[in-house]
């Protein structure tokens, strides 16, 4: 197993933990146990290493207690969970992909590319950089509004709330700030993403990520395969899926384990992979983040010969978390159907 584990640091709400020294190797089994604890739902590890894939599914239904959790033989369509501020990493890659290709650059602004769109009422807000969005050093609240739901703004706000935010927002310095995680950041930089390629964001992340991986189940919109979205809960209470409009770049998208794990090896794999140099830059450290380093929008951890790379998610009855570490080619996944579930104690005991 890797020898660090990047503990889960932020989703769409924080849930952080320090590096810890990893344990033996526990079975994907005995981790997906340990990850939704004595809660109901159901829990998916599943770990890339040595070149072989080891997975597994438990499930605990409600009113049963601390009952064991049934480990599943899905033999079928894989369960599919919400991975929240996994997302992210979409949105940081297309960004990745279009600086890349010389088509946007860190350092082009909001009022640069808004203009003609958006009457920003601060010039602070105009002359934020997509490097400051990416790495939530932006200034930006993690919500816009004043008292608004977290939860409604989550699920409901659409592309109008967002930008009329935008247009009325006021931030009290100038960027760089110190990093502030921020939904709203990254929903912004989705929506640039929009606006310069005339593509749903969703569109964008099939066309040039998730097509070419032959993720096939790793969408916003579950269309006919809605029953495999696994039930949710916050703790023993049934939860309701989020879903999103705004914030589909930052928290939007639901998958399986299996798809995550392709995911992640095609991201190690840097320019010689599938994705090419932006799978490389993706994970070019850009700043700081509360002690540890950033990419694009993917949390660094560890010395650079012995890095690992992570982000978390966390929804109305989701969580998850994907670790990546390049030193020997390792990738963990582990999507939870219950917000409440222990998943990062999991990860820092056997990661």
């Known amino acids: 197993m890797m020898r660090r584990l990047a503990a889960a640091a932020v989703g769409l709400c924080l849930f952080g933990a320090a590096l810890a020294q990893s344990q033996p190797v526990a079975d994907p089994e005995s981790m997906a146990r340990e990850a939704l604890g004595s809660e109901p739902g159901w829990a998916s590890v599943a770990l890339w290493r040595q070149g072989q894939l080891a997975q597994a599914t438990v499930r605990r239904d409600p009113g049963t207690g601390g009952a064991q959790a049934e480990r599943l033989a899905v033999s079928g369509p894989a369960p599919l969970f919400e991975i929240g501020s996994i997302s992210k990493l979409f949105t940081g890659l297309l960004l990745a992909q279009a600086v890349e290709r010389g088509e946007l650059s860190l350092d082009d602004t909001l009022g640069q590319l808004l203009r003609g769109t958006v009457d920003f009422a601060s010039g602070r807000v105009a002359a934020i950089s997509l490097r400051q969005l990416v790495t939530h050093s932006s200034c930006l609240p993690r919500q816009f509004g004043n008292g608004r739901d977290f939860e409604a703004q989550i699920r409901d706000a659409d592309r109008v709330d967002l ?20 939904n709203y950041g990254i929903a912004l930089l989705a929506e640039v993403l929009v606006r310069r390629y005339d593509k749903p964001w969703e569109l964008l992340v099939r066309e040039r990520i998730t097509e070419p991986l032959a993720m096939r189940d790793t969408r916003v919109q579950l269309g006919d395969q809605s029953d495999r979205l696994v039930p949710a809960f916050s703790g023993p209470s049934s939860a309701s899926a989020w879903p999103m ?45 509360e002690g540890r380093e950033i990419g694009y929008a993917v949390f660094i951890h560890g010395p650079p010969e012995r890095r690992t790379y992570s982000h978390d998610g966390l929804t109305g009855g989701y969580r998850a978390l994907l670790t990546l570490s390049p030193d020997n080619g390792e990738v963990l996944v582990a999507p ?16």
Do not use: H
């Open 245 to 289: 409009k705004a914030f589909a770049g930052a928290g939007g998208l639901r998958a399986s384990a299996q798809d995550m794990v392709v995911f992640g090896r095609a991201l190690l794999q840097g320019r010689a992979g599938p994705l090419g140099p932006a799978a490389e830059r993706l994970l070019t450290p850009l700043g700081t983040y």
């Open 163 to 182: 930008l009329l935010a935008l247009e009325r927002q006021q931030i009290d310095a100038t960027a760089p700030c110190p990093a502030l995680y921020s």
């Open 336 to 351: 939870v159907s219950n917000r409440q579930a222990p998943l990062s104690a999991m990860a820092q005991a056997w990661w």
